[in-house]
């Protein structure tokens, strides 16, 4: 069964400071990984896709990372901001989809910046 | 105007009564979505649909129906909602050109099933 796991469930850090998300998965065969943002009570916003061949992928202060040898990926955030306060989604897409895509989504990190 | 629009945001009921949740969207995709998020369990696939004439079950459809009025249009309704349908609500698009295939999210729907 394709799963995805995240870690850590949650995650409270100081303004300024850099965190990193994880996220393993077992999906296969493997298409791509997005990582989302979903502020509270808002709707999941893109911020990264990788695919196979691409192991890094920034979007100004987030990078993702992606080693699909081992099947793990990494979202790494510089000097956070209050703003950054959110959940945060990895969602990983299977090679010709099945039933809706073959979208696996993982239950999410939720990360509280403190001032 | 936001891409994917979806009526009402929030939404308080009783149990055993019909609810609709509607949902527009402006992006020209064919591929429209409903999931439900609960915390600790992330977004949970209800209904997909993949052109007007085409309905599928996700993998929590039991007590959910929809209908694709429209290539625009993709409602969800509870025919006789229960309180463990308390949740928030998502829809979402998706197009079909090329492998960064992004879902695009709606703002989201509270319902609160008393």
């Known amino acids: 069964k394709n799963q995805v796991e995240q870690s850590p469930q949650s995650l409270i850090i100081l303004e300024g400071k850099n965190c990193t998300l994880q996220?393993?998965?077992?999906?296969?065969?493997?298409?791509?990984l997005r990582w989302y943002k979903q502020d509270t009570g808002r709707g999941p916003v893109s911020l990264t896709i990788m695919t196979f061949s691409e192991n890094t992928k920034s979007n100004g202060r987030y990078t993702a990372t992606l080693d699909a040898d081992t099947k793990q990926s990494s979202l790494h955030i510089t000097a956070s901001q209050l703003s950054d306060s959110a959940s945060y989604i990895c969602?990983?897409?299977?090679?010709?989809?099945?039933?809706?895509?073959?979208?696996?989504f993982g239950k999410g990190t939720h990360l509280i910046i403190q001032p | 105007d936001a891409d994917v629009t979806q009526t009402p945001r929030n939404r308080i009921t009783k149990t055993g009564k019909r609810i609709m949740l509607e949902c527009s969207q402006t992006k020209g995709h064919d591929r429209m979505y409903w999931y439900r998020q609960d915390p600790g369990l992330g977004l949970r696939l209800i209904y997909y649909s993949f052109d007007v004439k085409d309905i599928n079950k996700g993998e929590i459809s039991d007590g959910y129906s929809v209908s694709r009025q429209a290539q625009a249009k993709f409602s969800l309704s509870l025919e006789s909602a229960i309180p463990n349908q308390t949740a928030l609500y998502f829809c979402a698009t998706r197009g079909t050109s090329g492998k960064r295939i992004e879902q695009f999210f709606g703002p989201g729907t509270r319902l609160t099933v008393l």
């Open positions: 996220c393993n998965y077992t999906v296969s065969p493997f298409s791509n």
């Open positions: 969602v990983v897409s299977a090679v010709s989809g099945g039933g809706a895509d073959g979208l696996t």
